[in-house]
């Protein structure tokens, strides 16, 4: 029987690595797919409380169209982050971030 | 679902999303996370989500990480040379994710089970299509207008990766 706290462990070791990726690694590219993976623990935790809480045997639809919102607004973050990257490694012909250490265009 | 199905794909998904970090190669990280995606979305079909997890295989196996790696083709990157590590960014982000470990399993520790999962949408139907159906009529009734504003978002955000693009910045 799989309860809702394994998989509340399990989302929580992904938002985990997410974290490690984003504090560990200097690609800002790697550092964008920490930031997805961590979106995507948070979808799991939604998903399982929206299982598990149910109302009148179904299921809390409420947590599944916060995680619709979610996937749809973070396709929309990823494709305007992904220019700002391409903006700037025209501009820096770099995307390591300990080269990018100046505010100034 | 049963719990051997779930640790089968909980440790896929965990074991590729670990490999997104540790590769130096930023292409081999990107088709890492498509697998760990993958994964993802076979937990939420256990869960009974169908509709969230079909359009996890779409909108981020599919589209996102395409434009992933589409950027990384464009950009033309390479394996990462080996630079002098920074120790503090890399001691203080493990330091930091091992505290968050720790909290998270001491919350879990004394947290309940929780109640049994529903697994009966309505009885005698199919339940790909009843999942589906009840997703539709909550999504176009109760959140229509989020739903709009969201139209409203992805509208900016295309306006806006156009100027992104263009070649003069300034």
Sequence with gaps: ?105 | MSPILFWIFSLFMLGFGAAVIVNKNPVASALSLVVSFLGLAALYIGLSAYFIGIVQVLVYAGAVMVLFLFIIMLLDLKAEKSRKLNWVAFLGGGALTLAFVGVLAKVLANYPAGKEVVTALVPGENPITDDVRMVGLKLFSEYNFPFQVVGVLVLVAAVGVVVLSKRELK
């Design chain 1, 1 to 105: 029987m799989v309860t809702l706290n394994d998989y509340l462990l399990v989302s929580g070791l992904l938002f985990a690595l997410g974290f490690a990726g984003v504090m560990m690694r200097r690609n800002l590219i790697v550092i964008f797919m920490g930031l997805e993976m961590m979106l995507n623990a948070a979808n799991l935790s939604l998903v399982a409380f929206s299982r598990f809480n149910g109302i009148d045997g179904l299921p809390n639809y409420s947590g599944q169209m916060l995680v619709f919102f979610i996937i749809t607004v973070a396709a929309a973050e990823v494709a305007v982050g992904l220019a700002i990257i391409v903006a700037l490694f025209r501009a820096r012909q770099t995307c390591h971030v300990e080269d990018i250490t100046k505010l100034k265009y």
